[in-house]
């Protein structure tokens, strides 16, 4: 079965970086689209990065220019490198995966099937 397995949060003061890891397991992982979404207390999921069918990347306004989106697919591994954090930034982040969708062309749905447990993040000020 399809599993997500993350790593890497912790704890930091704000300007400093973390790198969040997503290990994939059951699946190919070729195949599959991928991303990283966070959930702060109170408040709704929201996206934060992704890979298009294409290998091309995606951000929220919220984290472009300060996160990276990276992924080795000979370790079936997804990355989230984070820099300049902020306070707002903390949350617990997810890794996401579904399979590549076709209809006339190839795509990525827009609310993911399968889900890792999360790792918090918590940037103090």
């Known amino acids: 079965q399809v599993q997500l397995v993350e790593s890497g949060g912790g704890s930091v003061q704000s300007g400093g970086s973390l790198r969040l890891s997503c290990t994939a397991s059951?699946?190919?992982?070729?195949?599959?689209?991928m991303g990283w979404f966070r959930q702060a207390p109170g408040k709704e999921r929201e996206g934060g990065a992704a890979?298009?069918?294409?290998?091309?990347?995606s951000y929220a306004d919220s984290v472009k220019g300060r996160f990276t989106i990276s992924q080795d697919n000979a370790k079936n591994t997804l990355y989230l490198q984070m820099n300049s954090l902020k306070p707002e930034d903390t949350a617990m982040y997810y890794c996401?995966?579904?399979?590549?969708?076709?209809?006339?062309?190839?795509?990525?749905?827009?609310?993911?099937?399968?889900w890792g447990q999360g790792t918090q993040v918590t940037v103090s000020s």
């Open positions: 059951g699946y190919t992982y070729s195949s599959y689209c």
């Open positions: 996401a995966a579904d399979r590549i969708k076709y209809s006339g062309r190839y795509y990525c749905p827009r609310e993911y099937v399968y």
């Open positions: 890979f298009d069918t294409d290998g091309s990347t």
